[in-house]
């Protein structure tokens, strides 16, 4: 008989935060040798995906993996504020990188609210596990901040409220991870092609089916971390469909909750941990003292921010507008750490090959991205204009 | 506090608040019509529910109060009463504002009006490394006072050198919470007068026409103005944070964020206002200038800023102060 681990022992409905994360903290320590990555940073893509599906196998095993997720599709259920808890852990020691690992809050909330039950109940524990990889084909060439004018189209074999199979054409772009992925959250354009929000439905694909190549994109750092997608006659069965038909405006408004609470919450453990790489070799001088202050000080209030919204989505409201405050302070302070690391450690970013240099440079090219991805920040303003300020309509 | 009675206590609070600022030009009425609905017993029972609503209400009405004294009289152990004002740390520091030296005392703080009219001065002292209490006559709270850009305001710098009366031992720890306690004061009412700030910009951009439209239709003014509001909120839960995990560090990072987000609420929201903004006849100029004295009071953003990076760079350590 086996020893049950820790995890084993919390009872997920029962336990406060500060329990479970104790007892995972102290689970980490002693896992840690297993937990460390492989490589020597900053490590291929391909070394990171290995090394975050092998950490969440072993979550997964271990139990944690399971806790602030519903039962009917392998969790322990508890609140999801524990699930929250964990990605951040593993994002504070550096075990897999959240941009990554946050896929998983983006995705899963999807298939558990809008998939039919039996699928969810299936490809669930295999996401969580690592078995799988997902991805999301939102973005498409013309559709960047203005998601709403998608176009990659999916027609019905046959009537729409009857067919058994819908045929998928079209491109999608940016899509994270795409060439490791097993299957994709698609939106595509099933009303006529002006029907804005009220004609996109959702779709869960297999990545393996005839017609879908994947073109990775090179980004700024070197990384190939996104790609292009494209679908030729595509044929997906009609149970894939997410939601329902038109209803896939639902389905996406749906992650934003997920996605600026819990990965904003696992992403400020990341930046917490970035601030701590550089405090460790700065240089002990007064310019320092000041450019490391305010960094913490920005950081502070971020996550002060966020951990409201955390608790604001566990007490059962429902996140809108308000999080694009969320957003904007999460890229200036993602954004703000590495412009100190590059006035505090001057050359090493610019031109050091080593593991430092190559590391910094790598993640301070990529942190800029963070005033666009999720929203461009301006996005973000005009949506705090409109929705919070209720300034009107703009000129 | 229940949200609802919470919600009461706010209304009763800015209600005596605007009565009291409207009928008279005296400067204890607001202390006195707070005192009236229950400060000094709310301070004992709910301290953070009282500092949280009445603070708030001060910075959103711009009116003048010295309950500040009474906050750092309770958390030095002394039993706040109208007559007692408290001596604060010099402009932008955190420091005891008194020095011991034989049996003299070297005063240099912050007092509010209150030491005007008040039978007694408290002054924590430094007495080489430890700290003491020593009650003073207020009479040289008025020696050599300068009142800088907000005389409204009640805050005046006070230097001066009396003799010591009986000192009493004070903890460290004692000394740092009550700033803490101070610090998340002030920090709320700079919270409550960044947002009156932004309402107006708000009200002004709405009501204001050019070429032919509001200039809240326009995308710079709308970016302004989304900035401010970000930067309010994100010190609205640092306030918060700083209750909810009380600590001296969690304070002086409010305190810290009240002061860069005034420097971005004031910035944005003057350029918003424009001309009228930039007179007398509009109310922007007296938030403007009591911000820029609180500001100074418990630690400037900068200072508490190059002091927590000195501290975690000394320590090679980044603290998430606040958990889930």
Not at chain 1, 71 to 96: K, N, Q, Y
Not at chain 1, 181 to 188: E, K
Not at chain 2, 110 to 132: D, M, N, Q
Request: charged letters at 25%.
């Amino acid at each position: 008989m086996t020893t049950p681990s820790p995890a084993a022992l919390l009872d997920a409905d029962r336990v406060t935060i500060a329990e479970y994360r104790a007892a995972l903290q102290a689970w980490l320590d002693e896992h840690h040798a297993e937990l460390a990555p492989r490589y020597s940073p900053p490590g291929t893509l391909d070394e990171h995906v290995a090394q975050m599906q092998r950490v969440k196998s072993l979550l997964f095993d271990a139990g944690w993996m399971r806790y602030g997720w519903p039962e009917r599709v392998g969790g322990l259920g508890g609140s999801p504020m524990l699930r929250t808890e964990l990605g951040a852990s593993i994002a504070a020691r550096d075990l897999t990188d959240p941009g990554l690992y946050s896929l998983i809050e983006v995705l899963a909330p999807t298939l558990i609210e809008f998939s039919p039950p039996a699928l969810a109940a299936k490809v669930v524990p295999r996401l969580l596990s690592g078995a799988e990889m997902w991805c999301q084909g939102f973005s498409e060439p013309g559709t960047g901040s203005d998601l709403s004018s998608l176009a990659c189209q999916a027609r019905p074999d046959g009537d729409a409220a009857t067919a058994s199979a819908w045929i998928i054409n079209g491109q999608k772009v940016w899509t994270s991870l795409a060439q490791y992925a097993d299957r994709c959250v698609l939106l595509t354009r099933t009303g006529p092609p002006d029907s804005r929000h009220r004609g996109i439905t959702a779709f869960f694909v297999d990545m393996d089916s005839p017609g879908i190549s994947v073109a990775p994109l090179e980004m700024i750092n070197g990384m190939r971390e996104f790609a292009e997608v494209f679908f030729d006659e595509v044929v997906v069965p009609a149970d894939r469909m997410l939601g329902e038909l038109h209803g896939g405006w639902a389905v996406a408004m749906s992650i934003l909750p997920y996605e600026r609470s819990s990965c904003f919450w696992q992403r400020i453990a990341y930046l917490y941990r970035r601030l701590q790489l550089l405090v460790d070799i700065a240089p002990d001088d007064d310019r320092t003292a000041e450019v490391v202050g305010d960094a913490f000080v920005q950081l502070h209030a971020l996550r002060a921010r966020s951990r409201a919204t955390q608790h604001r989505l566990a007490d059962g409201a429902t996140l809108g507008a308000e999080t694009s405050i969320d957003k904007l302070l999460v890229a200036t302070a993602e954004q703000s750490i590495y412009d100190a690391a590059r006035r505090l450690l001057p050359g090493v970013v610019e031109m050091d090959d080593g593991v430092i240099g190559a590391t910094w440079r790598s993640e301070y090219l990529y942190s800029r991205a963070a005033t666009i991805y999720g929203g461009t920040a301006e996005v973000q303003r005009n949506i705090i204009a409109r929705r919070l300020l209720d300034l009107g309509d703009d000129g | 506090m229940e949200d609802a009675e919470r919600a009461l206590l706010r209304s009763t609070v800015e209600d005596a608040i605007a009565d009291a600022s409207a009928s008279t030009d005296d400067r204890a009425a607001v202390d006195e019509a707070l005192v009236r609905i229950g400060w000094r017993e709310m301070l004992c029972a709910e301290p953070r529910d009282a500092i949280e609503i009445v603070f708030g209400a001060l910075g959103r009405t711009n009116a003048t109060a010295t309950v500040l004294d009474d906050v750092l009289a309770a958390g030095l152990g002394a039993q706040p009463r109208p007559d007692l004002a408290v001596l604060l740390p010099w402009f932008a520091g955190w420091g005891p504002p008194g020095s011991l030296d034989g049996d003299r005392v070297h005063l240099r703080g912050i007092a509010s009006v209150r030491a005007a009219t008040a039978a007694e001065l408290l002054v924590v002292c430094a007495a080489g490394v430890e700290l003491r209490t020593v009650t003073v006559p207020r009479t040289v709270a008025d020696v050599g006072a300068v009142y800088g850009v907000d005389p409204d305001g009640g805050l005046r710098l006070v230097r001066g050198e009396v003799p010591a009366a009986d000192a009493v031992p004070l903890a460290t720890a004692t000394w740092d919470a009550a700033v803490a306690c101070g610090r998340r004061a002030v920090a709320r009412q700079i919270a409550g007068a960044d947002r009156a700030m932004l309402d107006l910009a708000r009200a002004h951009a709405l009501d204001r026409v050019q070429f032919g439209r509001p200039v809240a239709g326009f995308q710079a003014v709308r970016h302004r103005l989304a900035d401010s509001l970000v930067a309010v909120e994100a010190l609205e839960a640092s306030v918060c944070a700083a209750w909810d995990e009380s600590s001296p560090d969690t304070a002086a990072v409010a305190k810290a964020i009240a002061g860069r987000t005034n420097r971005t609420v004031t910035a944005h929201c003057q350029q918003v206002l424009a001309g009228i903004g930039f007179t007398t006849d509009h109310p922007f100029h007296r938030y403007l200038k009591r911000t820029m004295a609180l500001e100074g009071v418990f630690g400037s953003a900068d200072e508490i800023v190059v002091d927590v990076g000195r501290r975690l760079v000394a320590a090679r350590s980044v603290p998430t102060l606040i958990e889930l």
